[in-house]
């Protein structure tokens, strides 16, 4: 199986029916390119930046950051390679020491909160991504994003930083695309306020079930609640993928929910375009795309949609799976 499915590495990912799906890889080290190079990815659909700050106490300087990403945006072009701006906090490595412990870091101080109380240091990241934009595809999304000022705010200092640069002469894409990640509830409920000011939306469905039902994604005690099929986090994938059609933008899903076979059936139907999973989830995704039919998806969507309970859902998207692989 292994080697049939590497020899599948430069085929379309295709549905049976003609419905082209991207298929990007998330990754976590500049070192990783090889694996994504290996894997056929369409490029990255997902750099989680934090990871920068394992190496040192603290985010790399401008030009330090700049040279990881133009590597990345070298070795992968044409292809799109989606920075995501940092996403300290919560579970991950807090950006600098905080002064007091948070009572409940999930529900505090991460992601784009973070970047928007620390303006200097959010855009020295931004004019890096913009620096490194100028020699490959590079896209940059925002995290945990909860309202529209937030995005309003994040592109302003982004259209600062264009500014910045064009004033010095530095040369980057006049046209980065951007977007912001939809894992927190109140912005998938409010995606078609927001849709119409971004360039696309990449569901984060890590955080977004475990914000929708409540559950910490990082305790086993309450595992057996955190339900990727929840009719709610369904309703929620398919009004973010509404919002983005209407404003004429493509949405995709890089949380674990993209690279579960038994759930592409769900993903597609519900018309995500985009799937970004770990390198080496790649090869089985691909299959499974390449073996679906996109209306078949979209039937079985639509009947999943009107379903109460999360194990029906479950047993719809695993049906198709199942039938085709
Ligand atoms: C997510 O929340 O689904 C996601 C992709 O982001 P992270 O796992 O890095 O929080
Ligand atoms: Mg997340």
């Given amino acids: 199986v292994r080697l049939d499915l590497e020899s599948q590495r430069d085929e379309d990912t295709t549905t049976t029916d003609g419905r082209a799906i991207t298929l990007s890889s998330n990754i976590e080290f500049i ?26 106490e603290e985010m790399p300087g401008e030009l330090e950051q700049s040279e990881a990403y133009t590597r990345l945006a070298k070795a992968l072009a044409p292809h799109p390679v989606i920075i995501r ?10 950006v ?14 991460r992601g784009i909160r973070v970047s928007l109380d ?12 913009l620096r490194a934009s100028a020699h490959g595809k590079l896209a940059v999304m925002f995290p945990l994003v909860s309202g529209l000022g937030e995005v309003r705010r994040a592109k302003n200092y982004l259209k600062e930083c264009m500014d910045e640069l064009a004033h010095q002469g530095v040369p980057f894409d006049e046209m980065l695309e951007t977007g912001v990640m939809i894992e927190v509830p109140s912005a998938a409920i409010i995606a078609d306020l927001i849709a119409p000011e971004v360039d696309f939306f990449s569901i984060g469905t890590n955080d977004l079930i475990q914000y929708t039902v409540a559950v910490d994604r990082v305790n086993h005690h309450v595992a057996e609640l955190y339900r990727p099929t929840h009719p709610a986090v369904v309703r929620l994938i398919k009004q973010t993928v509404n919002a983005a059609v209407n404003a004429g933008i493509w949405t995709g899903v890089c949380g674990e929910m993209a690279g579960d076979i038994r759930l592409t059936p769900l993903m597609l139907g519900l018309g995500v375009e985009e799937l970004s999973v770990g ?15 996109h209306s078949e998806c979209v039937a079985m969507a639509d009947e999943a949609l009107k379903t109460p309970l999360s194990p029906e859902i479950m047993n719809a998207t695993v049906g198709l799976a199942r039938k085709y692989y």
């Fill in 31 to 56: 070192d990783e390119i090889a694996f994504v190079q290996n894997s056929g990815a369409k490029g990255v659909g997902l750099y989680r930046t934090e990871f920068l700050l394992l190496d040192g």
């Fill in 279 to 293: 390198p080496h989830q790649v090869p089985r995704v691909r299959r499974a795309i390449r073996a679906l039919s």
């Fill in 96 to 109: 600098e020491p905080l002064t007091e412990p948070e009572p409940n870091p999930f529900l505090g101080w």
């Fill in 85 to 94: 701006t940092l996403d300290a906090g919560g579970d991950k490595l807090p």
């Fill in 118 to 129: 620390r303006p200097g240091m959010f855009k020295e990241q931004l004019r890096a991504i």
